[in-house]
Every structure is written in C-alpha cells, then in structure tokens.
C-alpha cells in the first residue's frame, strides 16, 4: 500500500451542498493531483498541486477548487453540488517536477449526491 | 486533447493462460504510459509503467510495450492467476502538461478463471 491517505471514507451530500475532501501525500511527495473516478470508468484529471499553488486542470468548471498546504496535504472543493459529482474521488501523489513521473494514489472519498 | 482508447472492455481467461491488453493513443509527443491495477472497491495500483525512449519493460510476469510509431502500448500477463482478477487501466501523460495531468482509458475487466 502507497502512504497516500484520504478523508472522509464515504460521505453522502445533499445537492447544492458543498463538501471538502483531504489528501496527505506520501512522504517525500510535493504534488498532489487530483481526479474524478465514476462508476464504471477511468479516472479523470481535476488538478494538480505543486508548492501550493495549481499546476495544470482538467475540464472541469470552476466550482471544484482546492487547496494544497505547506506539507504538501491537499484539499478539494466542491460548491453547488450536483447529482453528477457522485463518484470516487481520488488524489495521487508524486514527487512532481523534481522527480519521476510515478504518481500514487490513496484509498479514494466516495461521495454520493442525493 | 489527448484521447486514450483501450481494448478490450473485458477479457476471461483460463488460469495459466496469457492475457494482453492494448491502448492507443492520439497524441504523438506524450512520453509516459503507465499501468494501473484496480481491484474492487480499492484504490488504483501502479504495477508497470514505460516512457518513450524505452520499447519494452518487464517485471515477473507483467511487460509493457510500445509502439510509438503506431501509438499504441500494450500490457501483457503471462501464466495468469486468478489473483490478477481486476480492472486494468491505460494512461498516457501528454508531454508539455503539468506533470500530474494523466489521461485514462476506460479500463479492461480482466477474469482469471481457476
């Protein structure tokens, strides 16, 4: 198992609610990116993080947002929750610009909007 | 954007037998391809990755190849156990993006039956 963790496990919203995720990345580890997993698909690209500051987006509309502290945890951010944000959300961490390509990825949130 | 297409959606094999699983790409500059393992309800594992100036990369009974010339990479599973039971997953990370920024396929079932 990587030393990536997330939280919450599960958790059940309610649509136009907002919910906040958390990440600890592996130590060693300065990036954090992360990504939507529906059910029955790959993983899709959010953002990433590297020295607190985003590095790179996927398509997705401003309401996700996030946050990366100065020991590289993370935060992601979701306003106005809709029944289609349920999913597994997942962040993975690398050792980013200074080293390999490598990402890790931690248990995952599962989140259902109701 | 990059567009990964991974086939097959689903794959049944005899334990013992050889199992191959390929990706292709549109992108012709991407320079990394890994391979993650997702067993149910887990988070995905990295079990291979190749870059672009390497043709082929094996660990025990896992290999990747890649032809970069036809952009397609494949992931191959000799003597098969039911252990390696799982969803497969191809990635490909497009060159000049950040570097957290993977692009998935949609991921193969894979079913090793004893």
């Known amino acids: 198992e990587t030393g990536v963790t997330q939280s919450p496990t599960h958790l059940i919203k309610t649509r136009g609610q907002q919910v906040t995720l958390r990440c600890s990345s592996q130590?060693?580890?300065?990036?954090v990116s992360w990504y939507q997993q529906a059910l029955g698909q790959g993983p899709q690209f959010i953002f990433q993080y590297y020295r607190e500051e985003e590095n790179g987006r996927g398509n997705f509309p401003p309401r996700f947002s996030g946050l990366q502290f100065p020991n590289y945890s993370s935060e992601l951010n979701v306003n106005a929750l809709e029944l289609d944000d349920s999913a597994l959300y997942l962040c993975?961490?690398?050792?980013?610009?200074?080293?390999?390509?490598?990402?890790?990825f931690g248990p995952g949130t599962r989140l259902t909007v109701t | 954007g990059e567009n990964v297409e991974q086939h097959p959606s689903t794959l049944s094999v005899q334990e013992g037998d050889s199992a191959v699983i390929k990706c292709t790409y549109s992108?012709?500059?991407?320079?990394?391809f890994p391979w993650y393992k997702q067993e149910l309800g887990k988070r995905p594992q990295l079990i291979i990755d190749?870059?672009?100036?390497?043709g082929e990369k094996k660990d025990q009974r896992i290999a990747v190849t890649l032809n970069k010339t036809a952009k397609h990479f494949s992931l191959h599973i000799t003597e098969t156990q039911p252990e390696d039971s799982a969803v497969y997953f191809c990635a490909v990370r497009p060159v000049g993006t950040s570097y957290g920024k993977l692009t998935f396929g949609q991921g193969t079932i894979l079913t090793v039956h004893p």
């Open positions: 993975a961490s690398s050792t980013g610009l200074a080293g390999g390509y490598e990402q890790y």
């Open positions: 992108d012709s500059a991407s320079n990394y």
């Open positions: 190749i870059r672009s100036n390497v």
């Open positions: 130590s060693g580890h300065n990036t």
